[in-house]
Structures are given as structure tokens and as C-alpha cells.
């Protein structure tokens, strides 16, 4: 029973007797009206007093409307019925009032707080595995390329001729020129053998990146659930015990109540035991899964890199080193570039970031070991590096789709290895070299001349164009090497030799 409940036995022995009564009702009934109309004038009063609805304020309204009564007990009881259904409502209205302040302030926010960084971290997550996907797609469509133009050159080789440079680039350029197959735009096979241990090279730091950051979200995940379960258990505990202040009766309800709150796991070690369990659960369910997932292990994958050496150890190249490339006319800067001839007759060059110049043994002359890490693509799947985190989740909010695929990896966050071009290419089967004049006693300086076919108007008026390259070594033994290599790889000094031969052969 609430404390001010009012027991009607003590109430009807504190009554006079009934000729004392009779004496006070015609007393009252003169004053009756005085005593209306004084109490009306309270009422502002008596509802601010009820409104703090404590006990002490219950009984004082009980007595003062037990004063009022005029016809004895049954109407006691009926005011003091009508005072506790008062303040029955009246503390049914605070607990409304309490469980609304809990839900609008604490409970709502919380949840939206959660979610938000629920789906952030989901949606981060996909990003990871879609990047995955796309390195294994990658991987495939690199080697197939890799295939298509092997087997091309396969085809145009068996076209060649004694005398010919290694390689199949002259050989398909004098097939064209004879007109037994037609021309095809100048490929390279070494760039697609490239591009294909590149593509592997990638899946592996893609799965380091990627797998370290799939751990990281999944700690990030479960201590915003161990969070969220703190929060809901610190609010309920303040909310049961400000009920249970107000009504006495409910004691077993609110324990009930906090039990269920201390019950839920908030400790994150606890919580991770918990989310470990129900995996297993799930995998337990999924036998086909888990026996896919048990047969690959990183061992596989590490021995399967381990049995692809760098690109520049390839067969099919010729001469790599670093050299300096002219950019900006007469008055223009000397970049360092990576330089890879290939037995196609193609030279690449790409150009070496000026960090890593810096850094250099000899200042602007890295190594080839040094340059090689340099112009490689790289993936930002590491959320525990700032600058790969921030295009991650740049990628990642780009993505408005639940679903995500490779197609929605940016670039910027897993390249493609299918797009890795050199900053400059030239064909070197079709370009003359020469030692570049100059009055410095020591200079290294050679000049490539590229003869580029034309088409159309420009074919008509000037027939071919050319493209020039200022090069120089670090010495200039390494200056002659590079243009002995050249020249022999031309496809205009192969045949300007041939018909020398004839000449001295037709003149014996």
C-alpha cells in the first residue's frame, strides 16, 4: 500500500459523537458557502501541491476534504478514492514524462549515432572486399591479355627473316610492308608481362592492406556494440530507479528489470566471445564455405608470389637503367626517368617522383632497385595510415548503393593493372639516334628521333612526322651503350647494313 493510503477504522474513532455532530452540520451549513468559496479561491494552490504529488501532500488533501464531509464516512472514502486516482495519474504522467526523456534524448540519439557508424563501417567493409575482387580480376585479365598478344606474335614471327633483330617488332613491321598481313597498332609483349606481375604484385599488397583493415573495422565494430550496450544500460538503470522512487510496489518489476540490463554482455572481450560464437554458428550452417575457406591459407598465396621475379628480370628486356630525360625545350629541366628497352623494339620511360631522387645514394641518380617500388601503382586499402583512410572513406561515401562491386573501387584506392602505361614510349625499330653536339668536354647527351606514320591530310602533305627524345646517361660508356643498343635494334639500320652487303657482294 502506498504511505498515503488512509485506514478508515482510525479515521471513523477520531469523528465526535452524534449530538456534537448535529451541532457542527447546522454550524457548517451557515458557513458552508464561505468556506466554498475560500477553498476556490485556493485551488490554484492545492493543484500546485498535488502536483508535486509526495505523500505528505496526499494526506493534507485527504484530512482537508474529510473536514468538508458533512454526511460522515462514505463520503471520506469517495474523496480519498478520488485523491489517490489523482495521484494515480498524476504519477502515471511522470513516468510517461520520465520514459519519453529517455527514449528522446538518450535512446533515439544513440541508436541513429549506431547505425550511422554501423553502416559507414559496412559499407567500408564491401568497399575492402570489392577491392579484392577487382586484384583477382585484375590478375585474370592481365594474363589473358598477356596470351592474346603472344600468341599474336607468334603468328607474325614465323613471318620473320635472317638478319632480323630479336624480337617480333620488325619482323611484323616487314609483313606489313610487304603486304602479307595488315598493319595492327605496335604492341609490346614484355609491357603485358608487365602489367601481369604487376597485377600480382598488387593481389598481394591487396591482401595484406585489405585483410589488416577488415580487422580493424571488426575491433572498431564490436566496442561501438560493447558502447551502445553501456549506454542502454546506464540509461534503463537511471530510469528504473527513478520509477522505483515513486512507486514502492514495484519493486520486484524493477529488479526484473535491471537483472535483464546487468545480464547483456558490455565487456568487449565478452561481446567479441559473443559475436565469435554466433560466426561459428553461421559457418557451421554453411559446411561448403568453411571448407573452401579452410583450404586456402596465406602460405598458398605467398608461394605463389614467391615464384614471380620483378619484370625487370624478364627475358624479353634488353637494357634497363636510369637516365635523364630533357622536358621544356633549350632552357628546360633534366627528370630522372626509368629507362626498359625491350626486344620488341619498344623503349619505355617512365618518369621517377622527386622524393625518392632526394633520397638517393648520388642525388637525381636513384638506383633501378630504388626507381622500380617508385613507378608502380599502389593500392590505399590501410585504414591505419591517414592518407590511405581519408581516399578510402572518400571512395567509400562516393558508393550510395548497399550493393557494392569492383566497378565502384576508384581507382585512386585499387588501381587496375590493365591501364599502367609509361609516361613516354617510343619504337625503336623505327627511330635514328645520334650523339647530341655539344662544346661540355663530358656530356652524355644522345637524341632519339622517332619517324611516326601519318594518315589522311597530313600523310598527303608531309607524309611522316617526327618525334624527338633528349636523353643522358650518368657516364658516357653508358651513353655509347645506349646508342649501340638502339642502332642495332633500328629497323632503317638493319636494312641500310643489308644493302651495303649487297653492294660489296655485287662489286666482288
Not at 597530313?458 to 645506349?482: A, C, I
Request: hydrophobic content about 40%; aromatic content about 4%.
Amino acid at each position: 500500500m502506498p504511505s498515503y493510503a488512509i485506514n478508515l477504522t482510525t479515521m471513523r474513532s477520531m469523528l465526535p459523537p452524534q449530538h456534537i455532530r448535529v451541532k457542527q452540520q447546522k454550524k457548517e451549513k451557515a458557513n458552508k458557502a464561505a468556506k466554498r468559496k475560500s477553498s476556490m479561491g485556493g485551488s490554484d494552490e492545492r493543484r500546485s501541491r498535488q502536483a508535486s504529488f509526495g505523500p505528505a501532500s496526499v494526506v493534507t488533501e485527504a484530512k482537508e476534504e474529510s473536514e468538508t464531509q458533512s454526511d460522515g464516512g462514505p463520503r471520506t472514502v469517495s474523496a480519498v478514492m478520488a485523491l489517490a486516482q489523482q495521484s494515480g495519474s498524476q504519477l502515471l504522467a511522470y513516468s510517461e514524462s520520465l520514459k519519453a526523456g529517455l527514449v528522446d534524448t538518450e535512446l533515439t540519439p544513440a541508436k541513429d549515432e549506431f547505425a550511422s557508424k554501423a553502416a559507414a563501417i559496412t559499407k567500408t567493409g564491401a568497399l575492402l572486399i570489392a577491392a579484392l575482387h577487382k586484384a583477382e580480376a585484375s590478375v585474370l585479365q592481365t594474363y589473358g591479355a598477356f596470351l592474346d598478344v603472344a600468341n599474336e606474335y607468334e603468328r607474325y614471327g614465323s613471318q620473320g627473316v635472317p638478319g632480323m633483330p630479336e624480337g617480333f617488332g620488325a619482323a611484323r613491321d616487314l609483313a606489313a610492308e610487304t603486304g602479307n598481313d595488315p598493319v595492327i597498332e605496335m604492341q609490346d609483349l614484355w609491357l603485358e608481362e608487365f602489367r601481369y606481375r604487376t597485377a600480382v604484385g598488387l593481389l598481394q599488397m591487396c591482401w595484406q592492406q585489405a585483410t589488416g583493415s577488415l580487422g580493424a573495422l571488426f575491433t572498431e565494430a564490436k566496442a561501438a556494440e560493447a558502447l551502445r550496450r553501456t549506454r542502454i544500460q546506464e540509461s534503463l538503470r537511471r530510469y528504473a530507479g527513478s520509477i522505483g522512487n515513486q512507486y514502492a510496489g514495484l519493486s520486484a518489476p524493477i529488479t526484473a528489470l535491471i537483472g535483464a540490463v546487468e545480464r547483456q554482455q558490455t565487456d568487449p572481450q565478452g561481446v567479441d566471445a559473443e559475436i565469435l560464437a554466433k560466426m561459428q554458428v553461421l559457418v557451421a550452417e554453411d559446411p561448403q564455405r568453411a571448407a573452401a575457406e579452410s583450404k586456402s591459407t596465406n602460405a598458398e598465396v605467398n608461394e605463389l608470389l614467391g615464384s614471380l621475379n620483378s619484370p625487370l628480370s624478364s627475358p624479353m628486356v634488353k637494357k634497363v637503367a636510369v637516365l635523364q630525360l630533357k622536358e621544356g625545350g633549350i632552357l628546360g629541366k633534366w627528370t630522372p626517368v626509368l629507362a626498359v628497352a625491350t626486344v620488341d623494339g619498344m623503349l619505355h620511360l617512365w618518369k621517377i617522383p622527386s622524393d625518392i631522387c632526394k633520397k638517393a645514394a648520388t642525388k637525381n641518380w636513384p638506383t633501378v632497385e630504388e626507381a622500380l617500388p617508385s613507378v608502380l601503382p599502389k593500392p590505399n586499402l590501410d585504414v591505419a595510415d591517414d592518407a590511405k583512410a581519408k581516399k578510402l572513406d572518400s571512395a567509400s561515401a562516393k558508393v550510395d548503393e548497399d550493393v557494392v562491386d569492383e566497378h565502384d573501387v576508384d581507382e585512386e584506392v585499387m588501381p587496375s593493372a590493365s591501364n599502367i602505361v609509361a609516361d613516354r614510349t617510343l619504337c625503336i625499330t623505327n627511330t635514328v639516334t645520334d650523339f647530341k653536339p655539344s662544346s661540355a668536354r663530358n656530356d652524355t647527351t644522345f637524341e632519339l628521333t622517332e619517324l611516326v606514320s601519318t594518315h589522311g591530310v597530313e600523310s598527303f602533305m608531309r607524309g611522316s612526322k617526327n618525334k624527338k627524345v633528349v636523353l643522358r646517361g650518368p657516364t658516357q660508356n653508358d651513353m655509347v651503350d645506349w646508342v649501340v643498343l638502339i642502332r642495332n635494334a633500328s629497323f632503317r639500320h638493319i636494312l641500310s647494313n643489308e644493302a651495303r652487303e649487297r653492294e660489296s657482294e655485287s662489286k666482288a
